[in-house]
């Protein structure tokens, strides 16, 4: 919703962390400043090697106790901006609520959800993928896309995630994976509860 934010801020409010993360134009900026080397080419949006550089370099220069959840959501929020080359007036006077019923640090797949949504969000204000209708206009680029900016929000919150997660929450039903791939995704006529 960008209408309830009239004051040129970004906020992500996280209902269920009764926390919430303002971003102004200047906290903004020192981003892009801090992360400008990271902004030579415009086609690293599928560079997995200048992906994994970015994460590195955010894991390494944390500026936030990274034993606090929020800061590993701020450190999200940087790593969008900085690996989409986000504008300020694309994310400004936006306020995002991000509330789910999958209870937190229970193995459930919370934070795969929340990197699934936040990586859709982004790509889409930073036009990388485009949604008209959203339940039918996200084709197999623009899940694969989903799927590899939630993998690396993941990274940022686990370490080493498997992959799992966060490929469940952008597809969707089944997933078989070896190795750390997806081999194939497949639905069932079974209900789940």
């Not at 929450?169 to 069932?188: A, D, P, R, W």
């Amino acid at each position: 919703n960008n209408s309830n934010n009239s004051n040129n801020l970004f906020e992500l409010e996280m209902k269920d962390l009764k926390k919430s993360i303002k971003l102004d134009e200047s906290y903004f900026n020192e981003i892009k400043l801090k992360y400008s080397n990271y902004f030579e080419n415009e086609n690293n949006i599928n560079d997995i090697n200048y992906l994994d550089r970015l994460i590195q370099n955010l894991s390494s220069n944390y500026t936030h106790n990274t034993s606090d959840q929020i800061d590993k959501q701020i450190d999200a929020l940087e790593f969008l901006i900085v690996s989409l080359n986000v504008q300020w007036f694309k994310l400004s006077n936006f306020y995002l609520i991000i509330q789910t019923e999958i209870p937190l640090a229970s193995g459930l797949g919370s934070s795969a959800s929340f990197s699934t949504c936040l990586a859709c969000f982004f790509l889409i204000i930073a036009n990388k993928i485009s949604i008209n209708d959203l339940k039918n206009s996200l084709n197999d680029r623009d899940l694969d896309l989903i799927n590899i900016y939630a993998f690396y929000i993941e990274k940022l919150f686990h370490g080493k995630p498997s992959g799992i997660d966060n490929s469940v929450s952008t597809y969707g039903n089944y997933v078989l994976f070896e190795k750390g791939n997806i081999v194939e995704k497949f639905s069932s006529g079974l209900e789940l509860n």
